[in-house]
């Protein structure tokens, strides 16, 4: 921005410098982002003209420092990356711009953070080097969500079992190295659909008893015979999964197979050992003078999709998540990881609901939708900020079924407002909503898991849930949880990850 705006002053002869730097810190005022902070430097007299407040968050120092020692941004910077950043930022001198992502340190928490610099040269009318411009971005939390989406990559490049996955037309859209290695087929598999591994021992109908049981239970394991490319029959332990979209139609079918029963075992002993750790992510009881909160999970698979997590933001205010990836299995685990990493700070940077939901969705496109191949992967969820010393809660639900607040005197009023899912749109427009409270009220969040009876609509079964709800509202937040656990295990089928949340607000 401040580079085009020198750009503008250079044609335009009319503005001066003092103009141009109103200009941008009238745009600093209204547009400026915490996470990103906007600098000049005059070259002439070796010294910087502006500097965006902003700067202080992200590094620890105010803009005054900067006006002070035009050598004072080489401190911030890590000293292990001092050298290389110097160096590189040499292409500055012949007429380049220049762009790298290294460490600073936070001059006022000694906080070690990652951020993207990038610098602009501009040139006086004799094609002189007059001034440099830049913007630097905290991208600490970009960084970290990189790390996690590597290591699950690593994970699917090392494991030993064959992973392949089709488009809701049968054809294949990801392979592993394990299942190269198993087929002896790579790229060139995919985009194809699964008949060149036929081994020719089955009729077509054998194949269609298959697909109709996956559609119509959700999953077939077995034992079937394939063919590898320099054409061996071979017999693998196969487990086909289809991974369905909020409307419950099949999108894609994940194969998972090995060459035999011991291995699947092992995998097997793998998703458990999995599944104890996602558990364990999950947020604690949560018990204080002013707020009580307790949580249930049980996934309909080996891995789910969905995650709650609360954090006690200040004294009197508390951030309360829930979330369902799209699907459940391996991918919706991998997906709901990634953000459990990264919630504590974002909710403890943004705590409203609007601004929680920007970043969150900012991330999910950043890291799924990037590349074009991953474009189907979001999720709902449901954020509520409970504020215990003025008794209101604002909230906001993303494609989530609306939650309930009870309050002691009867009434009941739905958490309704929002927006669309994360990671759906490249923008949300979120609108938030806001219920004050008085003693004695509860808040129970829950996830799409608990009304899918399909017997009746939508909004028949939340408003059958809220009836059932009532029941039970009267008790304190784990005897609640304990009596919905057992009405789920005694009267559903589990065909959904099931999480329930219940805040007694006091």
């Known amino acids: 921005m401040i580079h085009k705006l020198l750009q503008k002053a250079k044609k335009d002869k009319n503005i001066s410098l003092n103009e141009m730097l109103q200009l941008i810190d009238e745009w600093n005022t209204f547009y400026n982002k915490a996470d990103q902070a906007y600098w000049l430097v005059n070259l002439a007299e070796r010294r910087f003209i502006f500097v965006s407040p902003s700067c202080e968050k992200i590094c620890g120092v105010p803009p005054e420092a900067f006006y002070r ?135 077509e109908n054998f194949y269609k008893t298959i697909r109709k049981t996956v559609i119509e239970k959700g999953q077939w394991r077995g034992r079937l015979r394939g063919r590898r490319k320099n054409g061996e029959v071979y017999v693998q332990q196969t487990t086909i999964t289809a991974i369905h979209d909020e409307e419950g139609r099949p999108i894609f079918y994940l194969f998972i197979f090995s060459e035999n029963g011991e291995t699947i075992t092992s995998l097997k002993d793998d998703l458990k050992l999995a599944q104890e750790v996602q558990k364990r992510v999950l947020s604690k009881p949560l018990k204080t003078e002013s707020i009580d909160i307790y949580g249930m999970y049980v996934p309909s698979e080996e891995l789910g999709g969905d995650m709650y997590a609360w954090y006690q933001i200040d004294n009197d205010r508390y951030g309360i998540f829930l979330m369902d990836v799209m699907g459940h299995g391996v991918a919706a685990s991998l997906i709901c990881m990634s953000v459990r990493s990264l919630l504590n700070g974002v909710i403890r940077k943004c705590i ?96 799409d898991g608990v009304i899918e009876e399909a017997n009746h609509s939508v909004r028949a079964n939340i408003e059958m849930f809220r009836e059932k709800l009532k029941s039970f509202i009267h008790l304190e937040s784990r005897s609640m949880i304990a009596h919905m656990n057992k009405m789920f295990k005694e009267e559903y089928q589990f065909v959904d990850d099931i999480s329930l949340v219940v805040a007694k607000l006091h």
């Not at 939650?403 to 949300?428: M, N, Q, T, W």
């Open 352 to 447: 409203y609901p609007k601004e929680v939901f920007h970043e969150l969705n900012k991330h999910m496109r950043l890291l799924y939708h990037e590349d074009g191949r991953m474009n189907t992967y979001y999720f709902t969820a449901v954020y509520v900020m409970v504020n215990t010393k003025k008794r209101f809660i604002e909230y906001a639900s993303a494609g989530h079924p609306p939650g309930f607040l009870f309050h002691k005197d009867g009434l009941v009023e739905e958490l309704d407002r929002g927006c669309a899912p994360i990671g759906l749109l490249s923008y949300l427009h979120v609108e938030t909503g806001k219920l004050d409270y008085t003693p004695g009220a509860t808040l129970v969040l829950y996830s």
């Open 69 to 203: 020692d035009v050598e004072a941004w080489k401190k911030v910077i890590h000293p292990e990356d001092r050298e290389k950043v110097q160096k590189r930022r040499s292409v500055l001198w012949k007429g380049s711009c220049f762009e790298d992502e290294y460490r600073i340190i936070h001059q006022q928490d000694g906080t070690v953070r990652w951020v993207l610099d990038q610098t602009f040269p501009t040139f006086d009318e004799n094609g002189k080097l007059a001034m440099l411009s830049g913007v630097v971005t905290d991208i600490t939390e970009i960084r970290k969500m990189r790390e996690k989406l590597l290591l699950a990559e690593k994970v699917y490049e090392h494991v030993p079992h064959a992973v392949l996955i089709t488009d809701e037309n049968g054809l294949i859209q990801f392979i592993n190295p394990a299942f190269t290695e198993i087929t002896g087929y790579g790229a060139e598999a995919i985009g194809l659909s699964l008949d060149f591994l036929h081994s020719g021992y089955y009729n």
